[in-house]
């Protein structure tokens, strides 16, 4: 074989993957369809500082400081908190995934930009990978696919994948920020069916902001729901100029297997992103942490049958398996709340004791710590019932 691993897609799991199989000493190579490592950009590029700590980037990847977050019903209500600390960083995405890229060719992986890899087909150790535009082939012992949300390793490793996604129009846009310290998000099934709206401000003049749908069969058009985010926010978004597109998919729900003899996905292409966000950027680097150790593990042993890499889907069951799949039931519940439903819990939850609560329990990285500490909450209160007693009965299925 000619390599030990071959990783195909260089976003942040691809990368932060190879990165570490390499530092072990193992052939590492990455191939990439785009020239320019990072885009085209299709992220709001917000992520935890937990998150920057955990790629090893450059502070200077990080564009802005979040300390607040305002949450606005479609009916008018909102509630705002401030922390003392950094809720969330937006990040410069496109920098993020080059120093990620970097870090993997400093530590000995090689990197092949403007490579598209167009079939791996299984042979006697391994795979053999071809590539378009070319005649070449390359055989690897070990498969890592990194290829995100569409990803063709899972096709032609046969692992099925779900239809749910969350489809989302984003943009980076001029606005006139009043303040640039705050997130913010917009309900409403007018605006964002089963998702939501956000508006992430990087200085006085420049924001990211975005909605979409989690629906099967949406009623409208994309760029009608981002209208209406727009029109319904009329005081926030007005001279709004789109600099930038910055559209794109985010994969929903769980894979059943993520690995193969002689193969692991990793990221997107594994479905490891957060039900209630969409956030793939921490869960990718996560998954990669564990993809990479069950790669080494296996290379060492040079063991890399299917019950080996089995590993690796245990591994990330343990990790994250409870966390997804209680956020993915308040992201089902919350599918049941009515535009009435919405404003109800945000004008009950706009009192000091409970922007406390949030404040303490809120974190982007496991969002059902707070979820089901507002659950309990709104339990205890009868007006509220008829919304909550939906989402209960999710979390004890
Ligand atoms: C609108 C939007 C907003 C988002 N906002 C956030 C956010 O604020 N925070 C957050 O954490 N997450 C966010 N996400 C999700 C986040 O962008 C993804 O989870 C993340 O990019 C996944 O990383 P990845 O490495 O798995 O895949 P990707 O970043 O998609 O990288 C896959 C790479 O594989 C390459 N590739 C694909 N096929 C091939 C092939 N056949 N040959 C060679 N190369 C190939 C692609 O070119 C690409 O570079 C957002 C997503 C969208 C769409």
Redesign the pocket.
């Known amino acids: 074989m000619e390599w030990d691993v071959v990783v195909?897609?260089?976003?942040?799991?691809?990368c932060f993957t190879a990165k570490q199989i390499a530092l072990s000493g193992f052939k590492v190579l990455i191939?990439?369809?785009?020239q320019e490592i990072g885009y085209p950009v299709?992220?709001?590029?917000?992520?935890s500082p937990r998150a920057v700590e955990l790629a090893g980037v450059d502070k200077s990847t990080v564009l802005n400081n979040l300390t607040g977050l305002r949450v606005h019903s479609p009916l008018g209500a909102q509630f705002s908190v401030e922390s003392s600390h950094d809720l969330a960083l937006a990040i410069d995405r496109a920098k993020f995934d080059q120093e990620l890229a970097a870090n993997a060719e400093d530590a000995g992986a090689i990197l092949m930009k403007g490579?598209?890899?167009k079939a791996a087909t299984r042979i006697e150790g391994g795979f053999r990978l071809t590539l378009a535009d070319s005649s070449k082939t390359i055989s690897t012992k070990l498969l890592i696919g990194?290829?995100?949300?569409n990803s063709?390793v899972s096709k032609w490793l046969g692992l099925s994948r779900h239809n749910l996604k969350a489809v989302?129009f984003?943009v980076d846009a001029q606005l006139q920020c009043a303040d640039t310290d705050s997130i913010s998000i917009f309900l409403g099934q007018n605006l964002a069916p089963g998702w939501f709206g956000w508006m992430i401000p990087l200085d006085e003049k420049t924001c990211r902001l975005?909605t979409g749908y989690a629906l099967v069969q949406p009623a409208y058009s994309l760029q009608h729901y981002f209208q209406e985010l727009v029109d319904q926010n009329p005081q926030i978004f007005k001279d709004l100029k789109i600099i930038r597109y910055?559209?794109?998919?985010?994969p929903l729900g769980k894979m059943p297997k993520i690995y193969s003899a002689n193969a692991m996905l990793v990221?997107?292409?594994a479905c490891q992103?957060k039900p209630v966000s969409?956030?793939?950027?921490?869960l990718?680097l996560r998954g990669a942490f564990v993809c990479a150790q069950t790669a080494i593990e296996a290379l060492r042993e040079d063991n890399l049958t299917e019950a080996k890499m089995s590993s690796y889907q245990k591994l990330w069951e343990k990790e994250m398996d409870e966390e997804s799949a209680s956020a993915m039931k308040l992201r089902e519940s919350y599918l049941n709340f009515s535009d009435e439903d919405i404003d109800m819990v945000i004008r009950f939850l706009n009192k000091p004791k409970y922007h406390k609560l949030i404040l303490k329990y809120g974190d982007i990285d496991y969002p059902s710590y707070l979820g089901k500490k507002l659950l309990n909450l709104l339990l205890k209160k009868n007006s509220l019932i008829k919304a909550t007693l939906k989402i209960s009965d999710k979390l004890r299925e």
């Open positions: 195909v897609g260089a976003g942040p799991a691809g191939l990439e369809e785009h299709q992220c709001a590029g917000l992520i490579v598209k890899v990194a290829d995100g949300v063709s989302m984003a975005g910055t559209s794109g998919i985010v990221g997107d292409a992103i969409g956030g793939g950027i921490y990718g």
